[in-house]
C-alpha cells in the first residue's frame, strides 16, 4: 500500500488559489449580464441598452423604443455589455437635451434641426430665444449701469445669430455676456443667471429641474432630483414646472442677488402667482402652456431683446372684443400643424373639420375649439379639464373699443392677490 505524501504549506496555498479561481469563475458568470438585442426601426443598428435598462418607461408617446431605440439619442456604445464601456460615449451623460449637446443628440432634418415650413426647427428656435439666451435680463442690467446705450439686447449667455429673421423686432446676433466689464456685473453674473436654458437649478425643491429642453418637458417641480431618474418627455406641461424658474421670488438691482418668496402659498391663485396684481379667473384656473403658445415659450427663430416682443396672446385671442369674434380656421388637412401637435398630447379628439382659435400670428391654439351653438371651449393640456367660455361680442360690456388689451379687460374682471 503506497503512503499518502504529506499536505504541505504549498499544497494549502494552490488549494487556495485553485478555490479562488473557482469562486472567481463562478461570479463572472453569474453576474454576466444576458443580451437584450433591440434593432431600432430608425437606424437598422442593433444594440444592447435594453440588457439593463428594460425597466425604464418609454421615454414618450413620440418617441417609440422600437424606432428610437437609445443609442440614437445617448449616444453610448451600443453593443458592450459592461456598464462604464458602455456609457463611455454618451451625449450629455443623463440629459442628452442640454442645449451643449442638443443638436448631436436631437438633431438632423428628420428630428429637431429640420425645415422651417416642416415645422422642424426646435432647435434653431429655442436657441435663439429668451429662454435661452437670457438677453432681456442682460439688457435691462447693462443698460440700467450704462454699459449700453439702449434696451436693445446686444449679449446673451452664448453668442449667436440669426441669419433669417423674419420680424422687424428680431436682433441679427447678440456676443456672448462678458460680466467682466464692471464689478456691478460680476455680481450679477455670480447671483443672478439661475434661470435660462443652460444653467443648474438653485438648491430645492421648488427650484428643481434639469436644463435645456429637460427644463420645461421633463416635470420635476418637488422632487429631489438626485435620487429621481428621470425618463420622461411630455408636451402636457403644468404650471408648476413653469415655476421652478418664474414666480419663486425676485432679482434686485439693489443687492445684484436673488430674493426668495417668504409668503405662504394657499391655494392654486397664491401658488401661481405673488401677491403684486391683479389676475382674471382664467389666468390661474389655466396653466401656463394653455394659452401661451409653442412659439411664445420656445421662440419662433427670431432673437428678441426681451418676452414682451414676443409674448403675443390676450384675453381678447379667445374672447374676441366688443365688436368681433376671435380669428379662427377650420381644419381641412389631415397633416394640419394642429393635428400633429395635438397628437402629442392627446387631451381632445381633434379632428379635420373642427375650428379652432387662432392667434394674430396664425399659430393655430389647438386646444380651443368652436362648438356647434357657437361657444367655445378649451381643453386644459395639462389636467385634460374641459373649459366652457363664451365671446364678448354681444354681452353688455362697456369696453372702449380702442382699448383691446388684456389690461383693460383686467379692470373689470380681475380679483386682487
Not at 187 to 201: I, K, T, V, Y
Request: proline share 5%; with cysteine; hydrophobic share 35%.
Amino acid at each position: 500500500m503506497m503512503k499518502r505524501p504529506p499536505i504541505t504549506s504549498l499544497h494549502i496555498v494552490l488549494l487556495a488559489l485553485l478555490l479562488a479561481s473557482c469562486g472567481l469563475v463562478f461570479a463572472l458568470r453569474s453576474s454576466q449580464v444576458t443580451p437584450v438585442s433591440l434593432t431600432p426601426s430608425l437606424t437598422g443598428e442593433e444594440e444592447y441598452c435594453l440588457s439593463c435598462h428594460a425597466d425604464l418607461p418609454e421615454i414618450s408617446a413620440s418617441h417609440p423604443v422600437e424606432a428610437f431605440g437609445c443609442v440614437v439619442c445617448h449616444g453610448g456604445e451600443r453593443l458592450a455589455l459592461d456598464a462604464d464601456l458602455a456609457h463611455s460615449t454618451m451625449i450629455g451623460g443623463d440629459n442628452p437635451s442640454s442645449l451643449a449637446v442638443v443638436e448631436q443628440s436631437c438633431g438632423g432634418s428628420e428630428c429637431h434641426s429640420g425645415a422651417v415650413e416642416d415645422h422642424r426647427d426646435h432647435i434653431q428656435r429655442v436657441m435663439t430665444s429668451v429662454q435661452a439666451t437670457y438677453a432681456g435680463a442682460i439688457a435691462t442690467v447693462r443698460y440700467a449701469f450704462g454699459e449700453q446705450d439702449s434696451l436693445t439686447a446686444e449679449q446673451g449667455i452664448f453668442a449667436i445669430a440669426d441669419d433669417r429673421v423674419m420680424d422687424e423686432d428680431g436682433v441679427p446676433a447678440l456676443t456672448a455676456f462678458d460680466p467682466a466689464e464692471s464689478p456691478l456685473l460680476e455680481q450679477f453674473g455670480e447671483n443672478c443667471l439661475s434661470c435660462h436654458l443652460s444653467s443648474q437649478p438653485m438648491e430645492g425643491s421648488h427650484y428643481a429641474r434639469l436644463d435645456g429642453c429637460a427644463a420645461c418637458h421633463t416635470p420635476t417641480a418637488g422632487e429631489d432630483l438626485a435620487a429621481t431618474e428621470q425618463h420622461t418627455l411630455t408636451t402636457a406641461i403644468p404650471y408648476t414646472q413653469c415655476n421652478t424658474c418664474h414666480n419663486r421670488g425676485n432679482y434686485s438691482l439693489k443687492d445684484m442677488s436673488f430674493h426668495a418668496r417668504e409668503d405662504s402659498e394657499l391655494g392654486r391663485l397664491s401658488s401661481y402667482y405673488q401677491p403684486i396684481a391683479q389676475f382674471v379667473r382664467c389666468e390661474y384656473t389655466l396653466d401656463c402652456v394653455d394659452c401661451h403658445t409653442r412659439s411664445e415659450a420656445m421662440g419662433d427663430g427670431d432673437i428678441y431683446s426681451n418676452q414682451t416682443e414676443i409674448q403675443y396672446v390676450q384675453c381678447k385671442t379667445c374672447h374676441g372684443t366688443i365688436d368681433s369674434l376671435p380669428l379662427t380656421y377650420t381644419i381641412t388637412d389631415p397633416e394640419d400643424l394642429a393635428l400633429r401637435v395635438a397628437a402629442l398630447n392627446p387631451i381632445m379628439d381633434l379632428q379635420v373639420g373642427d375650428t379652432i382659435i387662432v392667434t394674430e400670428q396664425g399659430e393655430p391654439m389647438w386646444n380651443a375649439r368652436q362648438l356647434p351653438d357657437g361657444s367655445f371651449e378649451m381643453v386644459g393640456k395639462a389636467t385634460g379639464a374641459y373649459f366652457t367660455f363664451n365671446t364678448v361680442l354681444g354681452t353688455d360690456c362697456q369696453q372702449n373699443v380702442d382699448e383691446q388689451e388684456s389690461q383693460y379687460c383686467h379692470a373689470c374682471h380681475a380679483v386682487d392677490h
